[in-house]
């Protein structure tokens, strides 16, 4: 079967051309025309207005490897990197859609011919699960497919809502949604997790792999739903998932692809700690940073930009942990565009501006990261469990940490940080500068960099109006 990262994209949309779908390239990080919606976070973003009836394409069926980021929006899976076997903040997902034309049962079974035929998964590894009342998939997995009833699991409303469960797909918090059925891949005993609807399923035993969603409904902003024009399907299956169950590792982060990138980040960085964390970090962050500013974001102190500049900021404080102490993370930019140029050409196309935005951004902040992690450091030497609001807003205003970037921190060192605190302080200054009659603007374009970095008050509220 397929093996390489490249084989598996090839392998996928060959075998969907030959059910008789459209390839669709996939499109940039940020989307079109769609100001609700911070990162592509999933293949069916470009198609959305197909689901609500308000696009149309010459197609009823697609497919695509879709570039992907789950960083500071409604998915947002920042705060898993390093700490799971299966989450990236970028990742590609490959994905095959119909619009209003099969629906469930061509769905799986096609999902299940791709992955036990083409990719040749032993099928008593596979699970899968169903919304608890979709007795019509249900009955596809156990009587079509024939996968023993105790490996199909139906799972409810597991997230404390109607409707908020992992079983009922939803891009945004309004917008096309429906019940979904996922198939998981058991990389057996020897890995730490339950299976899926059980109260360990969280361990990397048990990996989701691809989740087939049925479109039925387009979400309210009252939290009701109406159905759709026409039923869809949306699928999307982790690429990095996918290839580590073919190629034999229990981690995303050691399939091909993630080994050479942290090979690279061990040299850039002059570790070798080769298991440490930081080192998927950096790996993980460059592919998202990278892919960034290719779609034209840059890092700012608000909205999309923010969220880069608090990527970077993360993987070079972990380039600093590792003990690199002068900029290193635009120089993996090469072995990336060597790695995922081909299939992106836009990241090969504009490798040297991708290399110069980020170094820019780097050289900033080092000229206060050091000064930064003296003070984080002095604050935590007494041992105490929670880092002060004040120290953090402290370090936030003038050294440019962002709070996030604190908090990671503060948490492999098991602190947590007073959010409230921070909050606090950080409404405290604002109010002081509107009664000083100085406006925000001034304050962020006096920004130097230097002793003085100000991270903006409104990215708050500014990324409030956006998921
Ligand atoms: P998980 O429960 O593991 O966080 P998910 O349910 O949030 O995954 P979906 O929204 O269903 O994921 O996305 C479809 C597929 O995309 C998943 O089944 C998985 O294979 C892949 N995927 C999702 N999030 C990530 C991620 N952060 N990194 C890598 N692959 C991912
Ligand atoms: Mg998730
Ligand atoms: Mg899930
Ligand atoms: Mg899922």
């Known amino acids: 079967p397929p093996n390489t990262v490249a084989d598996i994209r090839k392998s996928f949309l060959d075998f969907f051309a030959s059910k008789g779908h459209t390839i669709v390239p996939s499109s940039p990080l940020v989307p079109a025309n769609d100001p609700t919606l911070m990162f592509t976070n999933s293949g069916m973003v470009q198609f959305k207005d197909v689901f609500l009836g308000t696009d149309k394409r010459p197609y009823v069926r697609a497919a695509s490897v879709q570039a992907c980021l789950r960083a500071g929006g409604k998915h ?127 361990g990397d035993r048990y990996i989701e792999i691809w989740n087939n969603v049925f479109m039925q409904f387009d979400m309210q902003e009252d939290g009701s739903v109406r159905p759709l024009p026409a039923p869809c399907v949306d699928t999307g299956m982790g690429l990095e998932r996918l290839a580590a169950i073919l190629q034999g590792v229990h981690s995303n982060y050691e399939i091909d692809l993630f080994q050479r990138l942290i090979a690279a980040a061990a040299r850039e960085t002059g570790t070798d700690e080769l298991d440490s964390p930081s080192l998927k970090v950096i790996a993980d ?70 290399m110069d935005v980020l170094k820019t951004e780097e ?26 609001g004040e120290v953090a807003f402290k370090l936030h ?21 007073d959010t409230a605190g921070f909050n606090a302080a950080m409404e405290r200054q604002k109010n002081q500068a509107r009664a000083a009659g100085k406006f925000k603007m001034d304050r962020v374009l006096d920004y130097t960099g230097a002793g003085n970095t100000f991270v903006g008050y409104d990215v708050l509220e500014t990324q409030a109006k956006i998921v």
């Open 363 to 388: 050289e900033r902040f080092y000229e206060t990261l050091a000064h930064g992690m003296e003070i984080l450091d002095h604050a935590l030497a007494d041992g105490q469990r929670e880092l002060s």
């Open 76 to 202: 947002n899976d920042l705060e898993n990197v390093g700490y799971t076997a299966r989450h990236h903040t970028f990742f590609e997902m490959l994905g095959n859609w119909s619009f209003g034309d099969y629906f469930k049962r061509e769905s799986l079974k096609w999902a299940w011919e791709l992955l036990t035929e083409v990719y040749r998964l032993p099928p008593d590894r596979l699970w899968a699960t169903v919304y608890i009342d979709d007795d019509e998939a249900y009955d596809i997995w156990t009587k079509e497919i024939g996968l023993p009833p105790e490996r199909v699991v139906r799972i409810g409303d597991n997230k404390g809502g109607k409707y908020q469960s992992d079983n009922f797909w939803m891009m945004a918090d309004t917008g096309p949604c429906g019940p979904c059925s996922e198939i998981f891949y058991d990389h057996g005993p020897e890995v730490a997790g339950g299976p899926p609807g059980s109260p360990d399923a969280d």
């Open 397 to 417: 205003d003038t050294y440019g940490f962002p709070l996030d970037l604190t908090q990671d921190v503060c948490r492999e060192r098991g602190v947590s940080v």
């Open 285 to 354: 962050h460059i592919r998202a940073c990278a892919f960034l500013v290719a779609d034209g974001v840059i890092p700012s102190n608000e909205g999309r930009g923010y969220v880069q500049r608090r990527i970077i900021r993360r993987a070079i404080r972990h380039g600093y942990k590792l003990g690199r102490k002068t900029p290193f993370f635009h120089k993996l930019v090469p072995d990336l565009v060597a790695l995922m140029g081909e299939a992106y050409p836009n990241l090969a196309a504009n490798a040297a501006r991708v």
